[in-house]
């Protein structure tokens, strides 16, 4: 491959997986499962005996990010520091790459050119388009933070409840960046958080949309409504209809999510103040969630910005 002309980040060929700076794996340091939802680290020490120390909390994650356009919002962000690039040796151009190239050597970003195979077995997405970005664990808004209105504007929140497919949290995460919504409440446990997949199905809005951990859903949709925020949650089974939200959407407003499949779940829906349902006018009963979720964002941005009455 014919070298690249400046400006460029620095190159450097390897065939073997960078060695990994602070915050990265220790070489004398393996990973376990410490229990339910918590990672320990186990240290050995030059005598070969191990030590295990305190768990290691589980994130939001976005360590690895894959994918041409997400790997540029990464950079565009500059909300987190990024390691490194790699970049498959064979890449054809195109003018994405050049952004990347370029925004990564003002940035002082090293990007490194990598056999093909090397990086398609490090990827952990089904199409990394030949580049990986590794950088700092996303960082997690207070969910304090979300419950308040920022320049005027009233809260205009999400809450996933148990989504375990990355692809459809990828893709929810997009629609809720393009409608405008002020952040996004996750459930710490039995659901998917920021995998390399959901980073690229979302197009880089991981780096965009303010997102939190909750230890319980229900719990803190109790306290989203003792802050004066309205809870709807979407379900088929709901007797009203996304479309007559109304004042709501206006107000501080939160839409719950389900799971795919199994919908919300009992608790999550008896905290609710509504439930409302998409009207299906065809064959096939429901939509999938990042489906759902667009047309429901966008229907509260519609009441928003004064079209909805």
Request: proline content about 6%; hydrophobic content about 40%; overall charge positive.
């Amino acid at each position: 491959m014919a070298p690249r002309k400046p400006p460029r980040a620095p190159k450097v060929n390897t065939g073997k997986p960078p060695a990994r700076k602070a915050g990265g794996r220790n070489t004398n340091s393996r990973t376990t499962r410490a229990g339910k939802g918590q990672i320990s680290r186990v240290t050995t020490n030059s005598r070969g005996e191990t030590r295990r120390g305190a768990p290691i909390a589980k994130g939001l994650g976005g360590e690895q990010i894959e994918g041409r356009q997400a790997v540029r919002e990464l950079l565009i962000g500059q909300k987190r520091k990024v390691r490194e690039i790699w970049m498959a040796a064979d890449i054809d151009p195109a003018p994405i790459l050049s952004d990347i190239e370029e925004i990564a050597h003002a940035q002082n970003v090293v990007i490194l050119e990598v056999p093909r195979r090397k990086l398609e077995e490090t990827a952990r997405s089904e199409a990394p388009q030949g580049i990986i970005a590794f950088a700092h664990p996303l960082h997690e808004a207070p969910f304090a933070d979300m419950l308040r209105a920022r320049d005027g504007v009233a809260p205009f929140l999400v809450a996933v409840d148990g989504v375990t497919d990355p692809g459809n949290l990828g893709a929810l995460l997009r629609c809720c960046d393009g409608a405008g919504v002020t952040g996004v409440v996750l459930p710490k446990h039995r659901a998917v958080h920021v995998t390399p997949t959901v980073a690229k199905a979302s197009a880089g809005a991981i780096e965009h949309v303010p997102m939190t951990l909750v230890s319980g859903l229900p719990t803190a949709i109790q306290q989203m409504k003792d802050k004066g925020i309205w809870v709807v949650g979407l379900d088929d089974s709901g007797k009203d209809t996304l479309f007559n939200i109304g004042k709501l959407a206006n107000e501080g407003i939160c839409i719950v999510l389900g799971a795919e499949g199994s919908g919300l779940s009992r608790l999550v829906r008896e905290r609710c103040d509504t439930i409302v349902g998409i009207p299906m006018l065809g064959q096939v009963s429901s939509l999938n969630v990042s489906a759902a979720a667009a047309l429901a964002t966008y229907e509260v941005t519609r009441w928003r910005m004064g079209s909805g009455a």
